[in-house]
C-alpha cells in the first residue's frame, strides 16, 4: 500500500508512520511542504492520503479541501480543533475521515481503513447515480423517438416502440442507438 502523508510537523509525521508499522510493508511518503503539494501527491500515486493540521487557520484548512477535491482517493485528515463549517466543508471536499483531536498512532490503522470503506462506499453510490442517470437519459431518448414516430407516422405508443425494436435488431444495435439517431435526424430537419 502506497500512502502519502502530509504533515509539516516531523514529529506528528512521526506518530502517523509509527500507527502504520502494523501494516505490511508500506511505502510511506512524507510531505512536509504545502508548495506544489497535489502535483507532487499526484505523482506519488498513493491509495490514500493522510493530512495532519493540527490547529488550521480557515485559509490553509480551504487549501487542504481543494486539494482534497482534485483527489480521487481516500483521505483522512486530523485536526486539533474544529467546527461545524469546517466539518461541513470536509464532506463536501470529499474528506473520508475528518478526525477532530484524535491523533494517535494506535488509532491511525482504524482511521485509515475506515477511510478507505468510506471512500470506497461513496464511490459505489457515484457509480450508482452515475448509471441511474445514465438509463434515465436513454429512456427519455427513446421516449422522444417513440413522440416523434408516433406524431410523423401515426402510430400508438406500442407500435413506436416496435418499430425502434425492429430497426434495433435488424442493424444489430441497441434501442437507444437508433432512438438518438431518429431524434439527431429530426432535430436536424426541424420541427
Do not use: C, W
Request: aromatic content about 4%; hydrophobic content about 45%; glycine content about 4%.
Amino acid at each position: 500500500m502506497k500512502i502519502a502523508i502530509v504533515d509539516e510537523s516531523a514529529v506528528r509525521a512521526s506518530i502517523i508512520e509509527e500507527g502504520l508499522a502494523e501494516l505490511d510493508n508500506p511505502e510511506i511518503h512524507i510531505l512536509t511542504e504545502r508548495q506544489g503539494l497535489l502535483a507532487r501527491i499526484e505523482e506519488i500515486g498513493p491509495d490514500i492520503v493522510l493530512i495532519d493540521l493540527g490547529n488550521p487557520s480557515r485559509d490553509i484548512l480551504e487549501e487542504y479541501f481543494a486539494v482534497s477535491r482534485a483527489l480521487a482517493r481516500p483521505i483522512a485528515m486530523f485536526v486539533d480543533e474544529s467546527d461545524d463549517d469546517a466539518i461541513a466543508a470536509s464532506i463536501d471536499a470529499g474528506v473520508s475521515a475528518y478526525v477532530v483531536d484524535g491523533l494517535a498512532s494506535n488509532r491511525i490503522k482504524s482511521l485509515l481503513d475506515l477511510a478507505v470503506r468510506r471512500f470506497n462506499a461513496f464511490a459505489r453510490l457515484q457509480s450508482d447515480l452515475a448509471e441511474a442517470k445514465g438509463k434515465l437519459a436513454e429512456r427519455d431518448t427513446v421516449d422522444r423517438a417513440k413522440r416523434i414516430l408516433m406524431d410523423s407516422k401515426g402510430l400508438s405508443e406500442p407500435e413506436a416502440y416496435a418499430e425502434l425494436r425492429r430497426k434495433a435488431m435488424s442493424s444489430n444495435r441497441r434501442i437507444v442507438s437508433i432512438a438518438e439517431a431518429l431524434v439527431t435526424a429530426h432535430d436536424l430537419m426541424g420541427d
